[in-house]
């Protein structure tokens, strides 16, 4: 459920420049990305952050 609800955030935040510019203010920061997914209506744990950040970065 996490998992999809990140997905979700992330899509939505690909064409919200007013997202992309809060997720740029936390940099690396996972629990300030989950604060801004939660304020937008996601909710998903920086532990799944971190799982789906090195599933994608080893897909490239």
Known sequence: MSKHQLELF????????TMQRELDRCG??????VA???KHGHKFSPATLTRWQHDHHSEG
Do not use: L, P, Q
């Open 10 to 17: 992330m899509a939505k935040a690909k064409g919200n420049t």
């Open 28 to 33: 690396s920061n996972n629990s300030c990305v």
């Open 36 to 38: 801004v997914a939660r």
